[in-house]
């Protein structure tokens, strides 16, 4: 069974910052489209990054309220992605979900579009 187990999150003040993991498991990530979603309380799923390798190089996209602040990034050989999130916001704070599609296209910030999904982490930036 291909499973995504996410790590990292936790309490920050304003400002600081953490780095999400995402662990795959019975395959890697190689030939995989991934991306990182998240959640607040009583909203709807948020497309925060993603990323994917093109023939032409590596695709990736942030939605605008992160971009600048978080990276993604993937570590094929030990089956997993990474969000690095700084200068963190209380805003940001919602459970984050990664989640994976095995293709070579292009990435989107689309839930829709993904077929593997991670339990969530929570990270709440607060004083």
């Known amino acids: 069974q291909f499973l995504l187990v996410e790590s990292g999150g936790g309490l920050v003040q304003p400002g600081g910052s953490l780095n999400l993991s995402c662990t795959a498991s019975?395959?890697?990530?190689?030939?995989?489209?991934v991306a990182w979603f998240r959640q607040a309380p009583g909203k709807g799923r948020e497309g925060v990054a993603c990323?994917?390798?093109?023939?032409?190089?590596?695709?990736?996209k942030y939605t605008d309220s992160v971009n600048g602040r978080f990276t993604i990034s993937k570590d094929n050989a030990k089956t997993s992605v990474y969000l690095q999130m700084n200068s963190l916001k209380p805003e940001d704070t919602a459970v984050y979900y990664c989640?994976?599609?095995?293709?070579?296209?292009?990435?989107?910030?689309?839930?829709?579009?993904?077929?593997?999904w991670g339990q969530g982490t929570q990270v709440t930036v607060s004083t």
């Open positions: 989640a994976a599609r095995h293709t070579s296209f292009p990435c989107t910030n689309s839930d829709s579009w993904y077929d593997h």
């Open positions: 019975d395959r890697t990530l190689a030939s995989y489209a």
């Open positions: 990323t994917s390798i093109r023939s032409t190089g590596i695709n990736t």
